[in-house]
């Protein structure tokens, strides 16, 4: 027997159906082309099982707290690069009321191998001590030499890493990226801190290996590709996430001030025929009363943001 209550069997009917309708539309004008055997159906199937119980960081179902037009957007975007979550492609995250697609380090590979045809995406780490030098030739850079010894294998005595997308009909793309170019990546999330006790400090390589395979094929899709769909959907969870790590910076360091973010929103998908809008519209008028109430008993107010 489904678990499903009757709101979300409607909004799973309406998203998908609007979802497949916009899919099936971009194939049909040339917009969109799919890598072979990827299926969206089953890609959409694996994502709305993920939906269920994925929550928001108040621990609140992010089908109930984000609104329907962000979560459809978070399926395309998540069709348009040719991801699927049960394969570790990607995940969905709540930036406030916003539902984003956010790419994997193995959906990044995924991507480039797909749309460009790479052969092989690897990273390799640069230690203290390491014997290494490259050399730039034209726009790109190209590892010449990398010695390594064993003693310099030491998560503190990383100095860079680098990644390198191979390819069979032209020459392969490097990027590279210091150990502080790194770390300042690992902190625009919410769950690094230096000297802390989290992932990013335990397994040091492994991430920082991550990190810059996902920063290269970024840079590459966004100077190669010719399509508008995929650049827009590569990018989108990152303009996201920026802006919803500006709002918290700006709420954790207002002193006093009032505050008024308009959040821009993901580019909306036009809703289902007969479908309602979200409920948040309506409560706007509301949320402006509450706000300006206490902006006159002196409280400190940000609104709306995440």
């Known amino acids: 027997m489904s678990k499903e209550t009757p709101a979300t069997q409607v909004a799973k009917k ?116 390491d014997a290494f030098e490259y050399e730039i030739r034209g726009k790109q850079k190209v590892i010449t030499k990398h010695g390594q010894k064993l003693e310099n294998v030491d998560g503190k005595n990383i100095i860079a890493a680098y990644a390198v997308i191979e390819f069979d009909d032209r020459p392969d793309h490097t990027e590279i990226m210091t150990f502080d170019d790194i770390k300042k990546a690992w902190a625009q999330g919410q769950t690094y801190k230096e000297g802390g006790n989290s992932v990013h400090t335990k397994f040091a390589a492994e991430m920082a290996k991550k990190t810059v395979i996902n920063r290269a094929c970024k840079a590459f899709i966004n100077s190669s590709s010719d399509s508008s769909l995929l650049v827009g959907a590569f990018n989108r969870a990152d303009a996201a996430r920026d802006e919803a790590d500006i709002d918290q910076e700006i709420a954790e360091s207002a002193n006093m001030q009032i505050i008024d973010i308009e959040a821009e929103d993901i580019p909306d998908l036009e809703p289902a025929e007969g479908s309602e809008k979200p409920a948040e519209a309506a409560q706007k008028p509301a949320e402006k009363e509450q706000k300006q109430q206490k902006a006159e008993k002196g409280q400190q107010t940000i609104g709306p943001g995440f």
Not at 99 to 115: D, E, P
């Open 14 to 129: 309406d998203i998908v159906d609007v979802v497949a309708g916009k899919v099936r539309g971009f194939i049909e004008r040339g917009e969109l082309h799919l890598p072979p055997g990827y299926s969206p159906e089953n890609a959409l199937k694996s994502a709305w099982l993920k939906l269920q119980t994925t929550t928001d960081k108040s621990g609140k179902p992010v089908l109930s707290t984000c609104t329907p037009s962000s979560v459809a957007n978070s399926l395309l975007d998540m069709i348009v690069q040719g991801l699927n979550p049960a394969k570790d492609q990607c995940y969905f995250i709540a930036y406030g009321n916003q539902l984003v697609c956010q790419r994997s380090y193995f959906g990044s590979m995924a991507v480039v191998k797909n749309v460009a045809g790479a052969k092989d995406v690897w990273a390799q780490v640069v230690y203290k001590g």
